[in-house]
């Protein structure tokens, strides 16, 4: 059983609002935060957003797209800190404890569990359609996302992507096992972005993890240069995608 504690005031910022909040899930307490329009009335979509290996919920990026999506969308948003990362330990994605943290038995279904129940206590909330949820992640927050969009159908569609099955990254997180089980399993419409030239994941491993989802509705866009896919532009493309959902 869940529940959710409100940590801080609204804050407001260019046209959204932001408030932390924990969820207290069996013992388990997540760090986490909530970003909506600063104009209220009538509930929203709401994208859940996984953040990179060794960021958090509320580093410049996270806090970037946050806004934008209350700001420029009218629509609802929300971080959580991953196992090991944030206020959960703060590690950082080049060190040995990072190799460690993702062969930790259960990691990544602790951290689906986390999600589902982070939705759970989100969707009661009168700012929020429950009927209309995204998901959001690259790279970290695509290899735990992936597993995650395929256990929860409540995700409409997803954005996901600069992953794959091959690759320094995927020796990293020893990925290989779980996605090779949860990417078939994926059923919402998909957005894949992938850096055409990938420190981390090569590019014939982007194409195989691309090709394993399972959606029926799924598009691959490929971006030149690094953080290429977290453009303005892009992160446009991005957004749209999600809105022929909402």
């Given at each position: 059983m869940a529940s959710i504690r409100w940590t801080g005031e609204d804050a407001s910022s260019e046209g959204s609002r932001e408030r932390a909040f924990t969820?207290?899930?069996?013992?388990?307490?997540?760090?986490?935060?909530?970003?909506?329009?600063?104009?209220?009335?009538?509930?929203?979509?709401?994208?859940l957003i996984g953040h990179g290996g060794g960021e958090h919920k509320r580093n410049d990026r996270m806090v970037a797209l946050g806004t934008m999506l209350a700001r420029d969308y009218g629509w609802c948003a929300a971080a959580i800190d991953a196992p090991?990362?944030?206020?959960?330990?703060?590690?950082?994605?080049?060190?040995?404890?990072?190799?460690?943290?993702?062969?930790q038995d259960g990691v990544?279904?602790?951290?689906?569990?986390?999600?589902?129940?982070?939705?759970?206590?989100?969707?009661?909330?009168?700012?929020?359609?429950?009927?209309?949820?995204?998901?959001?992640?690259?790279?970290?927050?695509?290899l735990f996302g992936i597993p995650y969009v395929a256990s929860d159908d409540r995700i409409?569609?997803?954005?996901?992507?600069?992953?794959?099955?091959?690759?320094r990254g995927a020796e990293l997180c020893a990925s290989e096992p779980y996605l090779t089980q949860y990417a078939p399993s994926v059923e919402a419409p998909v957005l894949f972005a992938m850096q055409w030239d990938d420190e981390l994941f090569d590019r014939a491993g982007q194409f195989d993890l691309f090709d394993r989802i399972g959606s029926d509705d799924k598009r691959l866009h490929a971006y030149p240069g690094a953080h290429a896919d977290s453009s303005p532009e892009a992160l446009e493309v991005q957004a749209e995608f999600l809105g022929r959902y909402f």
């Amino acid at each position: 059983m869940a529940s959710i504690r409100w940590t801080g005031e609204d804050a407001s910022s260019e046209g959204s609002r932001e408030r932390a909040f924990t969820v207290d899930r069996d013992g388990v307490a997540i760090p986490s935060v909530f970003w909506h329009p600063d104009i209220g009335g009538v509930p929203q979509p709401l994208v859940l957003i996984g953040h990179g290996g060794g960021e958090h919920k509320r580093n410049d990026r996270m806090v970037a797209l946050g806004t934008m999506l209350a700001r420029d969308y009218g629509w609802c948003a929300a971080a959580i800190d991953a196992p090991g990362h944030g206020d959960r330990g703060g590690v950082s994605a080049g060190d040995d404890a990072y190799a460690v943290l993702w062969r930790q038995d259960g990691v990544v279904e602790e951290t689906v569990e986390d999600w589902r129940a982070t939705l759970d206590m989100l969707g009661q909330l009168g700012e929020v359609d429950s009927a209309l949820i995204g998901y959001w992640g690259l790279s970290q927050g695509a290899l735990f996302g992936i597993p995650y969009v395929a256990s929860d159908d409540r995700i409409v569609a997803a954005v996901l992507g600069r992953a794959g099955m091959t690759g320094r990254g995927a020796e990293l997180c020893a990925s290989e096992p779980y996605l090779t089980q949860y990417a078939p399993s994926v059923e919402a419409p998909v957005l894949f972005a992938m850096q055409w030239d990938d420190e981390l994941f090569d590019r014939a491993g982007q194409f195989d993890l691309f090709d394993r989802i399972g959606s029926d509705d799924k598009r691959l866009h490929a971006y030149p240069g690094a953080h290429a896919d977290s453009s303005p532009e892009a992160l446009e493309v991005q957004a749209e995608f999600l809105g022929r959902y909402f």
